[in-house]
Each structure stands twice: as structure tokens, then as C-alpha cells.
T-cell receptor, first 114, second 112 residues
Framework: GAGVSQTPSNKVTEKGKYVELRCDPI?????LYWYRQSLGQGPEFLIY????????DSGLPNDRFFAVRPEGSVSTLKIQRTERGDSAVYLC????????????FGPGTRLLVL | GEDVEQSLFLSVREGDSSVINCTYT??????LYWYKQEPGAGLQLLTY?????DMKQDQRLTVLLNKKDKHLSLRIADTQTGDSAIYFC????????????FGSGTRLSIRP
């Protein structure tokens, strides 16, 4: 079975532009998570979906960041008016049912804002 | 507050044991994890321990938990070159039961 996949693997954009990052979770996993990993740091939680709804978005740094999961499977993380400080690896994870179920991580999207 | 701390670097000789240490602050932690990250690869869950356990062993890996001191360690026996990676200590909190709090990672390098 396929693991969590993320596209694109790398994204280079200019300051002020809009970007979308996509995550395909493991089939059948109801919970989906986004994390951000800056250079030399551990991943930081952004948002958690249970099904189609955001159960916890407390990690989103500001209103330029938004994520959706309209059909309860694929999720898109959207960043408006990108800033250089947004440069990081954006990781997606999924788990079977949320809670304390094991989270399986994708390879990440490396975002570079010039 | 929520904080997980670990040392940044560890260098060991091939064949020796590696011990990576971690401290956490939140006493409501229910599960504690060790993840491995190799260059260009995603995070791989190595092992986890439930907070009511003191020790867990899985082949070359031994996890020790001292809940009183909020100290977690990962011991890798007979360290091999393939063990070179960044190791992240992480906790999942009882209150949130969803988001994982990660440490900054310990880079393990193996010398011949």
C-alpha cells in the first residue's frame, strides 16, 4: 500500500506570491496533520483534520495560512502573500483515526521563498 | 508548557552503543516517541512508549522512561553506519491527544 504522498517535492516562489501544497494521505485514514519543519528544528504542528473538518488549527501562525480537506482525503495547505520566513519543509501525516493512533509522515514539500 | 529538549549532536564509533537523551516538561504526556529522519526522507517512527511503562525493547532499540524526572532515552545497540540520521524525541499530550510536540533532533554520526 502507498504511504503518504506530497506534491510538489520542491517549490520555489517569490515573496508575495500564493502557493498551494498538496497531501495525499494513506487510504482509509480519517485523520490528517500538517507540520512545518524549519532548518535545524523539529517539526511544528500546524493543523489537524478529522474527516473534512479542522479539529485543531491552533498551530497556524497567522491568517495567511489556510488548509482544506473538502472530501476527507486529499488536503491542500494554502499560503497567501508568502514571506521569506515561510521557507521550510512542510510535512503531512495521516493516522487511522486520530487521537493517539500512530501518525505516518510523508516526505515533505520543501518551500523556498525568494 | 510544552517543551521537548535534546542535545544536538552525538558521535559514536561503529559497533558501540548510542544513547540519545531527551527531557520533556508536560506531565500529561501519554505517549512518547522516537522518530528517525534520514536526508531527503520523511520521518520514520522508530518506537514509542506509553507513559505507564518504564522500558521497552525492540531488537537493537531500548527505550527507557523516567517519568519522575521526565527523561526519555533511546539506546541503539551495535550502532551501524545506516543508523546515521537525526533522531527526534516527541510527545503526544493527554490534553490534545492529537498533535505531536517534537524536540529539535539529535544528529547521530558514526565514525569508523
Amino acid at each position: 500500500g502507498a504511504g503518504v504522498s506530497q506534491t510538489p517535492s520542491n517549490k520555489v516562489t517569490e515573496k508575495g506570491k500564493y502557493v498551494e501544497l498538496r497531501c495525499d494521505p494513506i487510504s482509509g485514514h480519517t485523520a490528517l496533520y500538517w507540520y512545518r519543519q524549519s532548518l535545524g528544528q523539529g517539526p511544528e504542528f500546524l493543523i489537524y483534520f478529522q474527516g473534512t473538518g479542522a479539529a485543531d488549527d491552533s498551530g497556524l501562525p497567522n491568517d495567511r495560512f489556510f488548509a482544506v480537506r473538502p472530501e476527507g482525503s486529499v488536503s491542500t495547505l494554502k499560503i497567501q502573500r508568502t514571506e521569506r520566513g515561510d521557507s521550510a519543509v512542510y510535512l503531512c501525516a495521516s493516522s487511522l483515526a486520530g487521537g493517539k493512533e500512530t501518525q505516518y509522515f510523508g516526505p515533505g514539500t520543501r518551500l523556498l521563498v525568494l | 508548557g510544552e517543551d521537548v529538549e535534546q542535545s544536538l549532536f552525538l558521535s559514536v564509533r561503529e559497533g558501540d552503543s548510542s544513547v540519545i537523551n531527551c527531557t520533556y516538561t508536560d506531565s500529561s504526556s501519554t505517549y512518547l516517541y522516537w522518530y528517525k529522519q534520514e536526508p531527503g526522507a520523511g520521518l520514520q517512527l522508530l518506537t514509542y512508549i506509553f507513559s505507564n511503562m518504564d522500558m521497552k525493547q525492540d531488537q537493537r532499540l531500548t527505550v527507557l522512561l523516567n517519568k519522575k524526572d521526565k527523561h526519555l532515552s533511546l539506546r541503539i545497540a551495535d550502532t551501524q553506519t545506516g543508523d546515521s540520521a537525526i533522531y527526534f524525541c516527541a510527545e503526544i499530550l493527554g490534553s490534545s491527544a492529537s498533535k505531536i510536540i517534537f524536540g529539535s533532533g539529535t544528529r547521530l554520526s558514526i565514525r569508523p
